[in-house]
């Protein structure tokens, strides 16, 4: 008799006909097992049977996926996936219009299982599918499902998509300029053209050539298309080539896509999804990016244009109005001017410009200061300038060291991260977003410089302190730039002073031994009370996205453990919840004392899998695995770093193993101090009578449960 562990207990039905309840021996072949099924029902002809899920996408079970089924699970007994391919092929191609109707909406829900898409590949179904979009004799509901299976069927990147014919482009980029289509449609060719960019050289091209970005913005005004249509325009401006780029900004300037993004989707009347705020996230970065050509040029100090740039900074510094070429200055005087305005190089300040990044770019950003906000350049210039106290901020280099600071804190010339949604709707508020941005920046190390009554000597202790502002700043997601300004009021450098204070007090506070030795007293049941934190967290569940797709949707699946800490439960959602999922939504399971281990990062199965997606650090940073028998792998992405500890550390709690996140690390510390102040503070307040003796008093027991937001 084989071993408990290769027995799975599972019903299975059969239209008309009652479940049988039945024990699979795992080693014994899949073939066999349905020959016994077929015969319980007295059907013949096995071979052209297969067992799916009865629930959830109800998937083909196949050799390599039976690993994957779990006692209690419901099966269906089904035809086989190269018949059922064989079948739809047929009735898709039917003269009867219900029919087809029919054979293709089914055929839209099994593309997406990757057996029956195999098998409907190999009889060249796409082509059939895409003859049927070509012929342009489809319409509404029937048109909605054709694009659906393709989209599906792509999707499992069997075949490429340069195999694409130029006229399937035309008829899927017509339904996209056509003023009045069904919104499915549109969805859908929308999302077949983002696929055709982000996955083919040659057809980024073509698409570039069908479609328009004035037309596809026209749709953003739509609150069903709008995440599609963006989704499309951040592809295009990803694959462009490095000379359409610019121009491509320019068109999008010209047709106001950022105000129309401001007023229809950030300030729209629902509520930014998931999908759409990472859409806005990679526009942001995308926008950012073009700045990376002057980041990374650097001054020529012979070019006589460039150098008219730091003439015209020095003049509007010191002439005020008056005609440069009016009067003649001395080199010398010239010397004296550039000191005062800051530059590291007297003599030569286009010097200064040489290092990259932040090369020309910090040079555009002093410019504009200068240009478009004229006084509060002046002011900055002239009241460092006139102090002979040697507490002088230099402009000129603060404003270079600035840029070069800002391009980092909003990682200009990288590539936007998978599962990232952080962008931030000030950037949207105006049209030189970046330039504003600056401007602020700049007064904020001015004021900060001041009140630290800073000399060159702390110059990068002043850096430190302004990047630190503007962080956390940025952190608290200012709407406009007044917000950020006030935002940045709020931090001066004696509230930074005060917050690092704060945050340092667990580790530098009550280092007596006698402290040390009622910390390590302590710590024993913080942990307990941190790890009961986690497990909790994991009872209710947490939702995950679905990476991997070679286009964007909100895909979602969902894992929580149950209450008893014995199963994990999981199972893929339409979209994402607004609160706890019920176990029973939650098809699949896997029991606790099956899993092996839990690995991160590099060492996970799916970050080992080379995808059509640039895996980034980020993304290798939120990534973690369960390994559980026989040698299966339950594959998470985090959807941020809080996420990430919270499930690496609960599950090694749950396996008994030491919890070691940056997270526990953290609230330990902070928890400890709190329970040690409040211990220390009931021993402070004992009153001592005069007599008797007092009997010595136990540190009091303080109670608490630590709820994260």
């Known amino acids: 008799m084989p071993p408990p ?235 462009a080539p490095e000379d359409r780029r610019q121009e491509m900004a320019s068109t999008l300037a010209q047709k106001h896509l950022r105000s129309i993004i401001l007023n229809h989707v950030i300030r729209g009347n629902r509520p930014i999804k998931t999908e759409m705020a990472h859409q806005l996230y990679v526009l942001q970065v995308l926008t950012f990016n073009l700045l990376e050509e002057r980041m990374m040029t650097k001054m020529d100090p012979n070019d006589q244009a460039q150098r008219d740039i730091i003439f015209e900074l020095r003049r509007i510094a010191f002439d005020g109005d008056n005609d440069p070429g009016a009067t003649e200055k001395r080199k010398a005087m010239y010397t004296k001017d550039y000191k005062m305005l800051g530059f590291t190089n007297h003599v030569n300040p286009a010097m200064d410009f040489t290092q990259t990044p932040p090369g020309m770019l910090a040079l555009d950003n002093m410019l504009y200061l200068a240009k478009l906000h004229q006084d509060t350049y002046i002011r900055i210039v002239l009241e460092n300038s006139s102090r002979e106290d040697k507490h002088e901020c230099p402009f000129g280099r603060c404003a270079i060291e600035l840029t070069r600071m800002l391009c980092e804190i909003l990682q200009v010339g990288e590539l936007p991260s998978e599962g990232c949604n952080d962008y931030h709707p000030m950037f949207f508020i105006h049209d030189r977003a970046w330039e504003e941005f600056f401007c602020v920046c700049i007064q904020l190390l001015n004021k900060t410089w001041k009140e630290m009554r800073a000399t060159a000597e702390d110059f990068n202790k002043v850096m430190q302190v302004v990047r630190e502002q503007i962080t956390r700043a940025l952190a608290m997601k200012p709407s406009s730039l007044d917000q950020l300004k006030s935002k940045l009021r709020g931090l001066s450098y004696s509230e930074i002073l005060r917050l690092r204070q704060s945050e340092r007090m667990s580790q530098d506070d009550f280092q007596s031994p006698p402290i040390i030795e009622l910390r390590e007293r302590i710590q024993p049941e913080i942990l307990e009370l941190i790890k009961q934190q986690r497990l909790n967290r994991l009872c209710e569940g947490s939702c995950f996205r679905k990476l991997g797709n070679r286009r964007r949707q909100e895909k979602f699946w969902f894992c929580r453990l149950s209450l008893n800490h014995k199963v994990l439960h999981y199972g893929d959602l339409d979209e994402s919840p607004q609160g706890e999922v019920p176990f029973e939504l939650l098809t699949d399971k896997i029991p606790v004392s099956d899993i092996k281990s839990v690995v991160t990062g590099k060492d996970c199965p799916h970050m080992k899998e080379k995808s059509a997606l640039k895996q980034n650090k980020e993304v290798l940073d939120l990534a973690f695995s369960i390994l559980y028998d026989p040698d299966e792998a339950l594959n998470f992405v985090a959807p941020n770093k809080y996420e990430y500890c919270i499930w690496t550390d609960g599950l090694c709690a749950l396996l008994g193993r030491e919890m070691g996140s940056d997270l526990t690390r953290s609230d330990l510390d902070t928890l400890i101090s709190m329970e040690m102040k409040l211990r220390l503070l009931d021993l402070e307040n004992i009153t001592i009578p005069e007599a008797p003796p007092p009997v010595p008093k136990e540190p009091s027991s303080y109670n608490f449960t630590y709820n994260y937001g």
């Not at 049988?20 to 007295?42: A, H, T």
């Not at 997406?112 to 489809?138: C, K, Q, W, Y």
């Open 5 to 239: 562990s290769d027995i799975v207990k599972v019903a299975i039905e059969w239209p008309g006909a009652n479940a049988q309840l039945l024990e699979i021996d795992q080693k014994k072949p899949l073939s066999s097992i349905v020959r016994e099924v077929c015969d319980g029902w007295s059907l013949s002809g096995s071979e052209q049977f297969a067992l799916r899920y009865a629930d959830g996408p109800q998937l083909y079970i196949t050799e390599q996926s039976r690993g994957e089924m779990k006692n209690g699970t419901i099966l269906r007994l089904a035809i086989s996936p190269a018949r059922a391919a064989r079948q739809l092929l047929e009735r898709i191609q039917s003269h009867s219009i219900d029919a087809r109707l029919e054979a293709l909406k089914e055929l839209a829900k099994l593309s997406a299982d990757p057996t029956f898409a195999t098998e409907f590949i190999n009889m060249e179904g796409i082509g059939t599918l895409a003859r049927l979009v070509e012929s342009g004799n489809h319409f509404g509901e029937m048109l909605a499902f054709t694009l659906t299976a393709f989209l599906e069927l792509m999707d499992h990147g069997i075949v490429s998509w340069d195999l694409i014919s130029l006229s399937f482009i035309k008829q899927i980029a017509g339904y996209v300029n056509q003023p009045m289509v069904d919104v499915s449609i549109l969805q859908r060719s929308l999302a077949i053209l983002e696929s055709m960019v982000l996955n083919s050289h040659s057809l980024y091209h073509r698409v570039a050539q069908e479609i328009t970005v004035g037309q596809l913005i026209g749709h953003l005004s739509n609150q069903e298309i709008q995440t599609y249509a963006i989704a499309l325009i951040n592809a295009l401006f990803l694959k």
